[in-house]
Nanobody, 115 residues
Framework: QVQLVESGGGLVQPGGSLRLSCAAS????????MGWYRQAPGKQRELVAR???????FYAASVKGRFTISRDNAKNTVYLQMNSLKPEDTAVYYC?????????WGQGTQVTVSS
């Protein structure tokens, strides 16, 4: 069974940066596009960014210009570099396939942006 393990979250001040990683076991990636999602308290989970196996990238308008998604297929790992963080970026961040989250959700990684 595929397992997704997110890491790299933490507490950061507004304007700071974090780099999230998502490691997948098995053959989770392959031809699948992978996405980073987030869920803030009281809100639905939303797509933040996604990257296809061919490198096509999409960002949500709220993070465009501040976040960068990348993937290393050899390592079955997806990254999310987050710069210029804002309090509204506070959420639990998850990775999964896109457009259909095919795999069991991991535990996510908490990102808290606060002074």
């Amino acid at each position: 069974q595929v397992q997704l393990v997110e890491s790299g979250g933490g507490l950061v001040q507004p304007g700071g940066s974090l780099r999230l990683s998502c490691a997948a076991s098995g053959s989770a990636f392959g031809p699948n596009a992978m996405g980073w999602y987030r869920q803030a308290p009281g809100k639905q989970r939303e797509l933040v960014a996604r990257i296809t196996s061919g490198g096509s990238i999409f960002y949500a308008a709220s993070v465009k210009g501040r976040f960068t998604i990348s993937r290393d297929n050899a390592k079955n790992t997806v990254y999310l570099q987050m710069n210029s963080l804002k309090p509204e970026d506070t959420a639990v961040y998850y990775c999964n396939a896109w457009p259909v989250p095919l795999h069991p959700w991991g535990q996510g990684t908490q990102v808290t942006v606060s002074s």
